[in-house]
């Protein structure tokens, strides 16, 4: 069964960096497949934020690309998200999934319980 | 951007049949996605490729897609089946979009 967890600080201030890491078991990540971050601002729906294949290529949201890097420890089974310059907009549950169409361009079918990180100082 | 529409809520009786859309442009020509949300929890694919199931679904839920509107259908509703429904496409102008979200409350 594949399993996703977040893991990170709960707490970032603003104009610092967000920082999370997805742990991923029950399939390794250099098998194949896209694994993308997408968050939920309390009460408001999912946005995602960008996604990564096992050998590092990445796609991100236009709208904060200027912001995100996504990178993949495949000796780990992870990958992580770095969000810079946060600010209370950027409050939200982050979670991690992956995205089993083969050129990650399909759907979420496993995803991590989701961390909430506020952004405040 | 590629726009998902979703109205906020839907009601239901128990045992009826909810349907729950998804307006895009010509998003007849998508695969369109959906998943459920309960309150605290994350989100679970119930429908990919317009209407495959996954492992685990009941067949009680159902989707389809034509034109310019795309549907979740739940058939013999029950409780359990209270909560907020998403639709997702993948578009080549905006890569991930989902749509607003839909509150099914069952009455």
């Known amino acids: 069964q594949v399993q996703l967890q977040e893991s990170g600080p709960g707490l970032v201030k603003p104009s610092e960096t967000l920082s999370l890491t997805c742990a991923v078991s029950g399939y390794s990540i250099s098998s194949g497949y896209y694994w993308g971050w997408i968050r939920q601002p309390p009460g408001k729906g999912l946005e995602w934020i960008g996604s990564?294949?096992?050998?590092?290529?990445?796609y991100y949201n236009p709208s904060l690309k200027s912001r995100v890097t996504i990178s993949v420890d495949t000796s780990k089974n992870q990958f992580s998200l770095k969000l810079s310059s946060v600010t209370a907009a950027d409050t939200a549950v982050y979670y991690c999934?992956?995205?089993?169409?083969?050129?990650?361009?399909?759907?979420?079918?496993?995803w991590g319980q989701g961390t909430l990180v506020t952004v405040s100082s | 951007s590629y726009v998902l529409t979703q109205p906020p809520s839907v009601s239901v009786a128990p045992g009826q049949t909810a349907r729950i859309t998804c307006g895009g442009n010509n998003i007849g020509s998508k695969s369109v996605h959906w998943y459920q949300q309960k309150p605290g929890q994350a989100p679970v694919l119930v429908v990919y490729?317009?209407?495959d199931r996954p492992s685990g679904i009941p067949e009680r839920f159902s989707g389809s897609n034509s034109g310019n509107t795309a549907t979740l259908t739940i058939s013999r509703v029950e409780a359990g089946d209270e909560a907020d429904y998403y639709c997702?496409?993948?578009?080549?102008?905006?890569?991930?979009?989902f749509g607003g979200g839909t509150k099914l409350t069952v009455l």
């Open positions: 490729d317009d209407s």
């Open positions: 990564i294949y096992h050998s590092g290529s990445t």
């Open positions: 999934a992956r995205d089993p169409a083969v050129a990650g361009t399909g759907y979420f079918d496993y």
């Open positions: 997702q496409v993948w578009d080549s102008s905006s890569d991930h979009s």
